[in-house]
T-cell receptor
Framework: AQSVAQPEDQVNVAEGNPLTVKCTYSVSGNPYLFWYVQYPNRGLQFLLKYITGDNLVKGSYGFEAEFNKSQTSFHLKKPSALVSDSALYFCAVRDMETDSWGKFQFGAGTQVVVTP | DSGVTQTPKHLITATGQRVTLRCSPRSGDLSVYWYQQSLDQGLQFLIHYYNGEERAKGNILERFSAQQFPDLHSELNLSSLELGDSALYFC??????????????FGAGSRLTVL
């Protein structure tokens, strides 16, 4: 079975400082990993994904994520946070070797609060 | 606008009632996913349809059912509603197929309040 964990309910950061949102996963086979962001009263929006290849993935709005197979992690990062980055962030995983038609497993979400 | 349309945006109803939520996927997408988002349960996968056929089922209650029609729109039916069914229900679509690389595009959601 696949699972994903976001160990922090909330991350607080000052504007201009680096932002990191943590995600760890568990799958039987190879993972496909995703990050989504949800602004208040909106649906989730895709930020980036890791399928294969380079462990550092660049996405929308200046975000990037690093895939670490040995630590089974896929942390989301942004070098310099903006107040407008304040939102709820979700990590998601799919295990394509055992779950061809299956669901994306989402983490519980991490609320990011960026203060001016 | 993501291209995924969900109606209604808000719905208030009473316990024991039945409601239908509708989703029109993004043009060209064959897959439709339904998710329930509540404060205590997070984002829970309910069901996935691809080109009219059910492909995967998650934690969907027996009181809930869904279908995808030939024009690819989907409906989620919730019956015998309970207070605990109050949540935000999201529809997401993707190009579809078994590829895990497909990105989900989410609608804005339907907020259901059961009184």
């Amino acid at each position: 079975a696949q699972s994903v964990a976001q160990p922090e309910d909330q991350v607080n950061v000052a504007e201009g400082n680096p932002l990191t949102v943590k995600c760890t996963y568990s799958v039987s086979g190879n993972p496909y990993l995703f990050w989504y962001v949800q602004y208040p009263n909106r649906g989730l929006q895709f930020l980036l994904k890791y399928i294969t290849g380079d462990n550092l993935v660049k996405g929308s709005y200046g975000f990037e994520a690093e895939f670490n197979k040995s630590q089974t992690s896929f942390h989301l990062k942004k070098p310099s946070a903006l107040v407008s980055d304040s939102a709820l962030y979700f990590c998601a995983v799919r295990d394509m070797e055992t779950d061809s038609w299956g669901k994306f497993q989402f983490g519980a979400g991490t609320q990011v609060v960026v203060t001016p | 606008d993501s291209g995924v349309t969900q109606t209604p945006k808000h719905l208030i109803t009473a316990t024991g009632q039945r409601v239908t939520l509708r989703c029109s996927p993004r043009s060209g997408d064959l897959s439709v996913y339904w998710y329930q988002q509540s404060l205590d349960q997070g984002l829970q996968f309910l069901i996935h349809y691809y080109n009219g056929e059910e492909r995967a089922k998650g934690n969907i209650l027996e009181r809930f059912s869904a279908q995808q029609f030939p024009d690819l729109h989907s409906e989620l039916n919730l019956s015998s509603l309970e207070l605990g069914d109050s949540a935000l229900y999201f529809c997401a679509s993707s190009v579809g197929g078994a590829s895990g690389a497909n990105v989900l595009t989410f609608g804005a959601g339907s907020r259901l309040t059961v009184l």
